[in-house]
């Protein structure tokens, strides 16, 4: 494991898609951290909108990488991971460009890897920015039985119930610090996943290699939740990528047996009687969970054409 040390490099990637604003707030609020030794690299997801220009205008001392096409979270994030690597980061904090930072934010984040040398991704406590003593993520333990990994507190009111440093199973790519031994080690992010459920199978392979993933809760972010995909269960996007990339992640992990893929098979039936009986305009949902099952099951995996049009928010 990395020795511990005093001040190490830390760069912060903040991907950005269509939603320049924030990211000028989210970069603006970095600014202010406390953390002497942090650099910043924005990466623009091929947003074609005047993002670039902007941006740069607003930060003339930070890079702006330009994308030619939308790589998705994984693949826009692993350019700037990989820009970070090559310049020497020691640590590399992924960040959604629709958050806001606690001035102590990277410094508590350090503190807590570099407490201890198996550590290998941590993560702030997460509130929503709309309601900012509202908890959004306290970290998160996976259901094998399902995929499913629910957020601990989510929409709880801070009652300094979840505290201290608490090992988890994995964090939220909306924030997460990764130490640069661990990308050198596992890899960088799956592009295979596109959006969802790529920190979910990343936090899994850096404990499969012995690290440690902790949430240091007294670390702080604020999130406007799921701003640009208004990420939800009445959202055909989210409802697409969360279901073809939840298969995805238990299939890969050995934890999709014989009786799912019956049940599995049993629901594109269902799905496909129901838009046969449901009217047009009420198929979305059911064209999308169909279509991630289906695709699934052709090992169809990274963007989907007509879910391409998306932001990259948690």
């Known amino acids: 494991m990395t020795p511990l040390r005093m001040d190490p490099k830390v760069f912060v990637v903040v991907l950005n898609w269509r939603r320049s604003t924030d990211t000028i707030d989210c970069v603006q609020s970095l600014l202010g951290t406390a953390y002497q030794r942090v650099e910043i690299v924005i990466v623009d997801n091929a947003s ?4 670039v220009g902007r941006l740069t205008a607003a930060f003339s001392k930070i890079p702006v990488i330009e994308n ?4 998705g979270y994984a693949g826009g994030n692993n350019i700037g991971i990989r820009y970070a690597l090559e310049r020497g980061a020691d640590y590399v904090l992924l960040l959604n460009n629709d958050t806001i930072v606690d001035r102590n934010v990277v410094q508590d984040l350090v503190a807590a890897a570099e407490s201890d040398g198996g550590v290998g991704i941590v993560g702030p406590k997460i509130y929503d920015y709309h309601e900012p003593e509202t908890i959004w993520f306290a970290g998160a333990m996976i259901d094998w039985s399902t995929g499913e990994s629910p957020h601990i507190g989510l929409g709880e009111r801070d009652r300094g119930q979840y505290e201290g440093r608490v090992e988890v199973d994995r964090l939220t790519g909306c924030a997460m610090m990764v130490r640069r031994e661990v990308f050198e080690r596992v890899g960088v ?5 596109f959006l969802y459920y790529e920190d979910v199978d990343f936090c899994l392979r850096a404990r499969s290699a012995g690290y440690q993933i902790v949430c240091a809760r007294n670390a702080k972010v604020w999130h406007k939740v799921s701003s640009s995909t208004k990420a939800n269960r009445a959202s055909a996007l989210h409802r697409y990528y969360h279901t073809r990339n939840r298969l995805m992640l238990l299939r890969k992990y050995g ?3 014989s009786k799912d893929h019956r049940k599995n098979i049993g629901y594109v039936l269902w799905y496909l ?10 198929r979305a949902l059911d064209t999308a969970e169909l279509s991630a099952r289906i695709d699934f099951y052709r ?13 990259h928010d948690r």
């Open 299 to 311: 090992g169809r995996c990274g963007i989907k054409p007509r879910y391409h049009e998306i932001g």
């Open 48 to 51: 074609g909108d005047g993002s």
């Open 255 to 257: 934890r999709l047996v």
């Open 68 to 71: 030619s096409e939308n790589l």
């Open 189 to 193: 992010l799956d592009p295979s996943f």
């Open 273 to 282: 009687a129901r838009l046969v009986r449901r009217p047009f305009a009420d």
